[in-house]
């Protein structure tokens, strides 16, 4: 019987170890896993690779797990935001590395990845810094730059309505990396705002299809990222 | 270098109310993060305009009033926003095939330094304490079909935006089409600038001492 609800945000990290890679949704606040996250800073596992499209905000969700020394390297497009305090010291200090990716290039390396594509061409990125170790082609008369797919050991994703087969449901703009990290993964965690029964969401709206998907945790009232963010709180392994 | 004054030419408004006249009837546009954002307010009235946001909206409307402010519901600066009726959400390897797919009509977009050949430079200072971000900026000028630069003509100290050679990191080479500034309105084409429109009380003379790059009339 395939049940992939599980009961506590331990069950749900089970198996992760030192070194993963780890891929994280949400873009700054809007989707991120903030309790799944935090039950990764609880687990301190080390020597993470965070592929997230921003490097977290304030001292709480993706910015705790960075201040607490888990994360080696971050793949982002973005790890500047307004109130982005914890990177950009370990950054300077040389305590953390920075992979720089667009954000397109990024969201297609991932769905690659999702998709058993090893690489692919993208015109994104040509003539800049970005590109200049890069193989390239000409198509067409243009240049394009190659791009390698991006997989992870586990992905940690926020979505809104979950069954328990691991159809899912997003809300609105917090949708954005999720479904890609979804399939992107070896073992997808989901954090979902509710639980309905089979066959409660109609199959013509599935946005996320079951088989991406392996163990589903319901947090039934997730903390707005933003309000943390905005009240200066710190994630110490204790909860608000 | 150049003299600056902010009380010459257009004010930042008027220059986003050209832009929003060279918008066309039902465009799908993205716009760029700070003063592209106020191109939205002067779309002129029996235009429809749909509004891109990469993280994930097709239909994007105005800025969220105040209480109700939804977390989830944000465009690509992060900011509060609503949706029309008839708006889409979608995944980020979605939004991005929309712009890296060519779908996406007019991208406005902020700027550094627009070169002569219409190279954008928008994303580094090359600063080596400044953190690295990029976003999509590099996405949108290679894949929107049409871009579109506003801003201010130089910058706070007198040094011209508009210059030969850009030296600051590119977001890509020969990407923009026109360029609009508080002091003109600029196309470039086959890599050389021509004046398409001059504020009122700006002449030729005046535009071409306070701009780098080489201008034609």
Redesign the interface.
Known sequence: MIDKVVKSAKEALAGIFDGATVMISG?????SPVELIHALVDRDVKNLTVVS?NAGSGHVGLAALIENRQVKKIIC??????I?VV??EL??NGEID?E?????????R??AGGAGIPAFY?????????SEKKEKRIFDKKEFVLEHAIKSDFSLVKCAVADKYGNLL???????????MCMAAKTTIVQTKKVVKAGEINPEHV?TPGIFVSRILEVSHPA????LVAENLKYDGIKF | MGLNSDNIGWNMNEVAQKVALDIHDGAYVNLGIGIPELVADYIPRGREVIYH?????LGMGKIASRGKE??????AG?KYIT?IPGAA?????D??SM??GGHIDICVLGAYQVSEAGDLANWSTGDP?A?????????LV??VKTIYVITKHNTKSGTSKIVKKCSY?????NVVSRIYTNYAIIDVKDKKLFIRELAPGISFDFLQKNTEAKLNQ
């Open positions: 873009f700054g606040e809007a989707g499209n497009s973005f790890p500047r935001t307004a982005s990177f950009p950054y300077r920075l720089l990716v667009p954000q397109g290039t990024l969201a297609e991932i769905r993208t015109r994104t990125s040509v003539n800049t810094s970005l997003y809300n609105k703009t917090a949708r954005n990396f999720g479904p890609i946005v707005d990222e933003s309000k | 946001t990469e993280n994930g909206l939804d977390p989830e519901l944000v465009n992060k949706a959400y979608f995944h980020h390897a939004s991005f712009i890296r304490d953190i690295p971000a990029v976003g999509g900026a590099m996405d290679v894949g990191p590119l977001t890509g080479k």
